[in-house]
Nanobody, 125 residues
Framework: QMHVVESGGGLVQAGGSLRLSCTAS?????????MGWFRQAPGKQREGVSC????????YYSDSVKGRFTISRDFAKKTLYLQMNSLKTEDSAMYYCAADPRPRAVLDFHEGADWGQGTQVTVSS
């Protein structure tokens, strides 16, 4: 049973925008304390994109998306968002949401964390 469910992926032209959502309605507040977005393109390793500390609202971004992507959350809905603007073809990947209350680092979650099944983002030139 997946505890986090992503949505919002799709096909968009370069320069366009998408907003991803991740609902974690079955997780407790403690489990939600650190949530993040990751992505994996074919033939590449999974990389951390953005992370948020739920309680303090601290946010972190990889250098590749800083200034273009914005992570946010809705407490009441237990939902995480990733607003992606100025998309580039190299942003094309499967995007995963995860919750890990004690990650190894802000963009380094454990394999045993709560991971979603992913949502595909494809950016065309």
């Amino acid at each position: 049973q997946m505890h986090v469910v992503e949505s919002g992926g799709g096909l968009v032209q370069a320069g366009g925008s998408l907003r991803l959502s991740c609902t974690a309605s079955e997780l407790s507040s403690i489990d939600l304390d650190v949530m993040g977005w990751f992505r994996q393109a074919p033939g590449k390793q999974r990389e951390g994109v953005s992370c948020i500390i739920w309680s303090g609202a601290s946010t972190y971004y990889s250098d590749s998306v800083k200034g273009r992507f914005t992570i946010s959350r809705d407490f009441a809905k237990k939902t995480l968002y990733l607003q992606m603007n100025s998309l580039k073809t190299e942003d094309s990947a499967m995007y995963y949401c995860a919750a890990d209350p004690r990650p190894r680092a802000v963009l380094d979650f454990h394999e045993g964390a709560d991971w979603g099944q992913g949502t595909q983002v494809t950016v065309s030139s």
